[in-house]
Every structure is written in C-alpha cells, then in structure tokens.
C-alpha cells in the first residue's frame, strides 16, 4: 500500500508539472573578509575548499550585521557605540569587502530548470557557483534584481557551493556631517542616508552586503516572471452595495532557456473566470504575453483604509505545457483605480480612488531598519500602527530604498496607499549650496554617475512592485528632479510601458503636486509650533513634509541611552541644554512647551510631560489640516512617523516598536468620522472623512474642572455631508470664563440614535496665562481597574472612574511581563493615553502576540492616578 501511495503520488505530481514555490538561502552562510582570503573564486566556490575557521554569516543582511551577530561590534543603536565603530571612509573598502559562502543541496531534474536569484545586493558582486563563475563582469547596483539558469551547474547528489563576494559602494562618501556627508554617496545608484542625515548618525558599512533574499527556483522548460496586473474601475463607486463591472488586465513575461521553440498557454482564473492564451516560445528567448481581458462583475473592491475594505483576490497565473506546470506566480489583486486631477480652489493635486476624492493623511517613512534587517513580522506591525494612526498614506523617502515586496503586501492589508520616491534628494543631488559638499551643485546636479544604470534598475524595481493595490504614486526624487536624461526617459518611456496607471511626480514637492506660492522648498516646518498655528496659517495645499518632536517615556529612553546620560534636557532663556548622547541621538527641542506643565523634575518627568506635548502637537496637525480640506489643501504628509534607528525626533513609536502620545495624538485628530476643537477661533467642528452623510449625530459640549464639576455648554443634533468639514458653535465666552483661574477640561463628543459614543475628543485647556496650573494641583483618583482575556492574544482593560472624583487624566497602558515589569512589544492598543471623566468608564482593546515565558500584567500609569499592575482575569 505504501509503495502504491509513492507510485500515485510522483505520477500526480508529474501530471501537475515542475513549477514550486521558491525556498530561500537563509541559514547556514559563512563569510570572511576578502583580507584573510588568499584564493580564486573558482576555488573557493569548490565544496572541498575548507571553510573550517570561517565565521556565520547573516544572509540576507548586511556586513555589519554579521558582525554584531558574532559580537564583534557593540550595538550601534545604543549610547554613543556607533561612533566607536571603523568607518568605511578610515579604513578603506576592503575593510568591509566580504566573501558569502553557501552550501546547499539541489539538483535538476530531466525537463527541469533551476534558477538562482539575488533580490539586493549593495553594492557590487561576482558570483561563482562549484567553481565556475557566474557573472562575466560585475553584478553592480543596489537596486537591481540578479537571475542567474544555475542547471548546467548543480552536483547530483552531492553539495554545491555558492560563492560571492560583495564589494561596497565606490565611493563610500566621507560622513562629515549633514545631509548625507560629503554628498558623494549618491555617485551610487544606491541609498543616501548611510552616510548620515540629522536623524541618523553613519551606517558604518554603509550597508554592503548582501541586503535582500537569495532564492532557489524550480520550473519547468520555461520560466514565467514579472506578471503585470491592471485593474480599470470606471466610474464613481461606493464602498457597499452592488457594483458595475471592473476591467483586469493581465501580462506577463516568458523566458524559454532551453535550445527548442516551447508551445503553451499561459492562463489564471479569478473568481470563477478562467482566462488564458496559446503561446509560442522561441528557443532562447523571452517575450511578454498579453492576456485577453477579463469583465469582472460585481467586483470587489480594494480601498484605502477609512473608507471602505481592503479585499485582495488571489490570483495565480501559470504557463502550461500539455497537461504539465511549467511555471507559476501567485499573487493578490486588490481592484481599484487611481485618479488625480488639480483642484484650482486649493492649487494642488487631489487624489482619488474608485471615483472618490480621498483627502490623503499621511506619513513619511524612511526605512524599517536602518541595517536592513527586514521581516514580515516588523513590516506588519510599523504599517498596522499607521493603520491605528488612522492615516491612509506612506510615502516612502527619496534618500532610502524602493521598499520591499513585503512591506507592500502589509500595505495592501491594512489599507495604506504608498508614494514611492525613486532615488534622489535636494540634499546630495545639487539643489542648494552646502559647504559640506566635495563636489559644486553642477556636478551633483548630474549624479549618480551611470544613468543607465539607475534607469535599468529603476524598470526592474516598477516590476517588483507595481501589482500591488496599495502603490498609488511614483515620485521622481526628494526635493528636486532627477538629471533630465532620468527623469525624461523614467516619465515618458519607461512608467507608461511598464506600468502606466499611477501618478507620477517629478519630485517630493512639486508645484505639479502643490502650487508653493509661498516660496521656500515647499516643505516642514519640522520643529514645534503653537498648536493654534496648525489651523491659522495656511502653508502649501499639499504638503509632503510637516512634522515635529517624538521623544518617548523613560521606558523607551531608557532602552538605549545610558543611564548616565538619563538628564532632562533644560530650556532657559531662549536656550536648550541637551546632554550629549541626546544630542548624538538627533534630540529636537520642545523649547517651551514642556514648561507649562511645571519644570520638568527628571527626565521621567519629561518623558511624562513630553507625552502630553505630543498628543497636543499631532491632534492639532491633522485636524487642523482637515479642517481646512478643499478649501486650503488636498492633503498633507507628517515628517516623519517612525526611525529606523534610535532617534529622539520624527517618530509615533520608538524603534523598539513602543508607541508613544504621538500615536495616539493622531489616532484622535485623524479619525474618520471627527468632532474637533479649533484653538484658533474656539469654534467646535466636525470632520468628515468618509463618502457617506451622517445625520442624527448629538453633539454634546461640556466643560469639567478640576474637581470633577460638569457644565453643559449644548446638546444638539447635527449633521455633516461626505468628505467636509465645517463649523458649528463658538464656545470662546463659556471657555474664558471657565478656564480663567486653573484651566478646563473640554469634552466634546458625537452620539448616535442608539446613544451610542462615535467620536470623543477630550481637551485640556490652560488658563489664561498659557499654564496648566490645574493639571499640576489636580487631586490624585483611584481607578477601578479591570483586565481580562477575551481571546488568543486579545485583552479588554476596562477603567472605571467614581462620579466624586475629577477626571483620572491621560492613562498610559502598558502591556508587561510579570516578572521584569518590561513592555511586551509590539502590542497594539485600540486607544491609550486615555482619560475618564467622572462616573464613566472606558474599556481599550489590547493585542499582541503570546509567548511562553510568563503571564503578562497590565501597567496603568496617569498623570494622577498611581502606577499599578493589573492581573488578567
């Protein structure tokens, strides 16, 4: 029985064909500084080469990497380590030039073929594979994807050997301070921030290695690559009900290595509908196959989050011969469409998807580890907190990378619509004069050095990534335009043929995306502001980049700054005095913002009062936009959301992933449906961000003081029409007179018919000397305080708070381990930093992933209640 088990099973397997999922070479390389390797690469790619005193190696990964894994460098994120590391520039590239060594068992198959593939390599390699070498010349940029038909090559049954040997960038740049150092880095058609900016001190290595995947692939006689998906969505749509058709198109390419002409069909079947084509494949050669197109009916559509779901269709399109898979892709289609068109109240483009204008709430986003190291598992957690942030665009940073196949699909989950730069900034790129600069603008103007190279890769990367729904725009460079003889051939060539159904921007803040008559670069400002500036001054109608401070708690502080250096920085007389590593760790000011609250006693008292001026400065940023959408902007990008190092400016949670008041700050001002506080002209607003009209909503206004005492401004029904925002009462007498003395608290909230809580926004206002004198005296309250398990990895927190006392103010919950009292992170909150008002309570919603080693406690920390450990029930 067994045996006939086998005989059934490699006869279906035979009738199914060759095609399987790629595997990765991820385990199990060794490395050696091309220094100690006095031999060939045709020998040492042999499998009798001893490798006995080689060190592991981390692949995919980079130099540095692998030497912090074999502890041979200290922590570069932590304290001032990074500064105690040799630099590329000092020691020359062979420092970090570095052999990569794989052993690894495969052998093809008859009618089989078998392809090794290199998804990042930085910056330049030759490639051997059992002594023989692969590449004729060097396989040279950051950005370009490397294939190689290893099947003349492999062993039967026995070990192969792969064998690489990565050189850095030339050159590496010296990291003289600024943006980007010396500004040669970007000679390269590779990333800029290596080199430093001012939220990151230098890469050492400047990330040489090999940075992405390598993957072994098996298929038939013909490889199918690149598929392309097109979804055309005419019309305008709502999120619900019965929808018109969608069109899908579909292409895709064929390689045929093998000496014979190759007949097939290429073929995919989405929801039913099976759609292919015969085909005919000349030996050794490649083409691309369009699909006929497919009428899609009652489709489901794929929208940003806020405004409807996100449904992804799987898809897998195969190249058939006879009854066998020769090749197949599988990915997931998410119907939409993109529009734009220029909006002549606001002086900018808007961006639309489905037919429905989207105001876009954004983020910018450099890089999810500043040493590469990418997983699924941090893309998934970084994109759900910009989800939780209730923000429906990242851009991706012109000075990084074309970020990776992963972090799209984490895009494409949670409804994030991406703007990806291609490589370039105003900084290194010539557009201003900067002293610290090797070269005049005239020479930078021209870089990279090899133009084909940088068009070449820049194909390659569109058709890494252009199926996925979430990529909504292209952007040609940060800042400035890339080289004409780029961006030309890159707007009017490349984009349409390869792609064709997306915005694209000639760069970051173009008059084309946003009309600048205010002058200047048409960005930030980047430190802090008062908050009424947020709704009073009218800057650009689509600002791509406007930010401000982010420093966390002492938890967060404490994770990578010595406990030495734990001073809180000191504001006095116009002056900031920051302690060193602070300042090596790119600190921005909060100036006199913490002040108000009281002097900062320690730096866990600024960390505590930070949180404060964070919620403040984020709320107020995005409602402040909304309030004015269409009417002064299309939309608007914070600088930035997150670091990929452990930096003191810019960020929603820290690199560790623990968020702070910054998140949460914007999880409030950016929700979709939003009853908001204008400190500008003390009017109550509300702000609607989604297609539907919402009518029977109460408004309730009230005001508490510091003692628990409510008075009722109004209570009224309302309405508000689709994608607006307007205004509704002026509260400004009831404030003046109520928050005169201490300050006051402002509730404002939206109920339904069924009473139900569906927005809720809570001020706390100082008094009319601009200090929170109340805050500081308010009693301290007693919570009732209940947690318990309601699923795998789900908890419900519920706070109650007794009608006598005053409000239990800005609660952090923390989710911990038992025994270290250390945050368990990432945990997703569904709100935090919450207050409860006198005779309620609120429940929040925490998630993470379980473990092992101990039952977790929540931590509840206020501004006055006590700091106590919950047991979960």
């Known amino acids: 029985?067994?045996?006939?088990?086998?005989?059934?099973?490699?006869?279906?397997?035979?009738?199914?064909?060759?095609?399987?999922?790629?595997?990765?070479?991820?385990?199990?390389?060794?490395?050696?500084?091309?220094?100690?390797?006095?031999?060939?690469?045709?020998?040492?790619?042999?499998?009798?080469?001893?490798?006995?005193?080689?060190?592991?190696?981390?692949?995919?990964?980079?130099?540095?990497?692998?030497?912090?894994?074999n502890k041979q460098i200290p922590d570069p994120f932590y304290g001032i380590n990074n500064q105690h590391i040799p630099d590329i520039y000092q020691t020359g590239r062979d420092y970090y030039t570095y052999w990569f060594v794989k052993d690894f068992k495969e052998e093809a198959q008859a009618g089989e073929q078998v392809w090794l593939q290199f998804r990042g390599i930085n910056y330049s390699c030759d490639v051997f594979l059992n002594g023989k070498k692969l590449t004729d010349k060097p396989h040279t940029g950051m950005f370009l994807r490397k294939t190689f038909n290893i099947t003349p090559y492999l062993k039967k049954s026995s070990p192969n050997r792969?064998?690489?040997?990565?050189?850095?960038?030339?050159?590496?740049?010296?990291?003289?301070?600024?943006?980007?150092?010396?500004?040669?880095?970007?000679?390269?058609?590779?990333?800029?921030?290596?080199?430093?900016?001012?939220?990151?001190?230098?890469?050492?290595?400047?990330?040489?290695?090999?940075?992405?995947?390598?993957?072994?692939?098996?298929?038939?006689?013909?490889?199918?690559?690149?598929?392309?998906?097109?979804?055309?969505?005419?019309?305008?749509?709502?999120?619900?009900?019965?929808?018109?058709?969608?069109?899908?198109?579909?292409?895709?390419?064929?390689?045929?290595?093998?000496?014979?002409?190759?007949?097939?069909?290429?073929?995919?079947?989405?929801e039913g509908s099976k759609v292919s084509k015969k085909v005919s494949i000349p030996a050794k050669s490649s083409l691309t196959v369009d699909l006929p197109a497919l009428t899609l009916q009652n489709p489901k559509l794929w929208w940003p989050y806020g405004y409807g779901k996100q449904h992804l269709y799987p898809v897998t399109i195969q190249f058939v011969t006879g009854t066998r898979v020769s090749d197949e892709e599988k990915i997931q289609v998410g119907v939409r469409e993109i529009q734009t068109e220029w909006n002549a109240t606001t002086r900018s483009k808007q961006v639309s998807v489905n037919g429905q204008k989207i105001f876009i709430k954004g983020g910018n986003w450099i890089i999810s580890d500043a040493m590469l190291r990418f997983s699924p598992e941090r893309y998934d957690a970084e994109i759900r907190f910009h989800r939780d942030m209730h923000l429906n665009l990242i851009r991706i940073w012109g000075g990084a990378i074309t970020e990776r196949p992963e972090f799209y699909e984490a895009c494409d989950r949670y409804g994030l619509l991406v703007m990806q730069d291609f490589w370039g900034s105003g900084d290194c790129n010539g557009r201003w004069v900067d002293p610290a600069k090797l070269e005049d603008q005239w020479t930078r103007r021209k870089y990279p050095d090899d133009h084909s190279l940088f068009l070449e890769s820049a194909a390659d990367q569109v058709k890494m990534i252009r199926n996925h729904a979430s990529l909504a725009i292209w952007c040609g460079g940060n800042e400035i335009t890339l080289p004409s003889d780029i961006m030309l051939p890159l707007r009017d060539s490349l984009l349409p043929a390869l792609d064709g159904t997306r915005w694209f921007i000639d760069y970051s803040n173009s008059d084309d995306m946003s009309f600048n008559s205010l002058g200047g670069n048409g960005d930030g400002p980047y430190g802090i502001q008062p908050i009424t500036q947020f709704w009073s001054f009218k800057t650009w109608p689509f600002n791509s980049e406007v930010g401000s401070v982010g420093v966390g708690d002492i938890q967060s502080l404490e994770r990578f700054i010595p406990k030495e250096n734990l001073v809180a920085p000191q504001y006095s007389k116009g002056k900031s005095q920051v302690d060193s590593v602070w300042q090596y760790h790119k600190y921005i000011g909060y100036d006199q913002y913490i002040d108000p609250y009281g002097k900062a006693k320690d730096t866990r008292d600024f960390g505590r009062k930070a949180q404060l001026v964070n919620y403040d400065q984020y709320r107020a940023l995005m409602e402040g936009f909304s309030s004015h959408m269409w009417e002064w902007y299309t939309g608007t990008i914070i600088w930035k959301t997150q670091n990929p190092w452990t930096a003191l400016r810019g960020q929603m949670y820290d690199y560790y992933l623990d968020p702070n008041a910054c998140l949460y700050g914007l999880h409030n001002g950016s929700e979709p449906l939003h009853v908001m506080y204008n400190p500008a002209d003390s009017m109550v607003m509300l702000a609607n961000n989604t297609f539907q009209t919402h009518r029977d909503l109460m408004l309730v206004v009230k005001l508490y003081d510091m003692k628990g005492k409510e008075t009722l401004i109004t209570q009224v029904f309302s309405e508000i029409g689709p994608s607006t925002a307007r205004p509704y009462l002026s509260v400004a007498k009831a404030l003046?007179?109520?928050?005169?003395?201490?300050?006051?608290?402002?509730?404002?909230?939206?109920?339904?018919?069924?009473?139900?809580?569906?927005?809720?926004?809570?001020?706390?206002?100082?008094?009319?000397?601009?200090?929170?004198?109340?805050?500081?005296?308010?009693?301290?309250?007693?919570?009732?305080?209940?947690?318990?398990?309601?699923?795998?990895?789900?908890?419900?927190?519920?706070?109650?708070?007794?009608?006598?006392?005053?409000?239990?103010?800005?609660?952090?919950?923390?989710?911990?381990?038992?025994?270290?009292?250390?945050?368990?992170?990432?945990?997703?909150?569904?709100?935090?930093?919450?207050?409860?008002?006198?005779?309620?309570?609120?429940?929040?919603?925490?998630?993470?992933?379980?473990s092992s080693e101990n039952k977790p406690l929540v931590s509840l920390e206020g501004w006055n209640v006590t700091e106590r450990f919950i047991a979960i029930q």
Not at 167 to 175: A, E, H, K, L
């Open 1 to 69: 029985m067994k045996k006939l088990f086998l005989t059934l099973a490699t006869l279906l397997t035979s009738a199914l064909g060759f095609a399987q999922q790629p595997y990765e070479l991820n385990s199990g390389w060794k490395c050696a500084p091309v220094g100690k390797v006095a031999v060939k690469g045709t020998e040492l790619s042999n499998p009798s080469y001893s490798l006995a005193d080689w060190q592991p190696a981390t692949v995919p990964g980079t130099v540095l990497t692998t030497m912090l894994n």
């Open 162 to 270: 792969l064998a690489v040997i990565v050189y850095p960038p030339d050159p590496v740049g010296n990291p003289n301070g600024g943006q980007g150092g010396d500004g040669t880095i970007a000679k390269n058609v590779s990333h800029q921030y290596v080199a430093g900016w001012d939220w990151i001190q230098p890469i050492r290595d400047r990330n040489t290695g090999i940075w992405d995947k390598v993957l072994i692939e098996k298929t038939g006689a013909v490889q199918l690559k690149n598929p392309h998906v097109v979804t055309l969505v005419p019309g305008t749509r709502m999120p619900d009900g019965p929808q018109k058709p969608a069109t899908i198109k579909v292409s895709t390419e064929l390689e045929n290595p093998t000496a014979s002409r190759i007949e097939g069909t290429v073929q995919y079947t989405l």
């Open 736 to 850: 003046a007179k109520a928050a005169k003395e201490d300050g006051v608290f402002l509730s404002l909230r939206l109920l339904n018919l069924n009473k139900e809580i569906v927005s809720d926004n809570l001020y706390w206002l100082p008094n009319e000397k601009g200090t929170y004198s109340g805050l500081q005296q308010l009693n301290t309250v007693d919570v009732q305080a209940t947690a318990k398990q309601v699923g795998q990895g789900k908890i419900e927190v519920t706070l109650r708070n007794d009608a006598r006392n005053p409000v239990a103010f800005f609660n952090r919950l923390s989710l911990v381990q038992s025994q270290t009292k250390q945050r368990i992170l990432p945990t997703f909150y569904s709100d935090n930093y919450i207050s409860v008002l006198p005779g309620e309570q609120k429940t929040v919603t925490l998630e993470y992933t379980p």
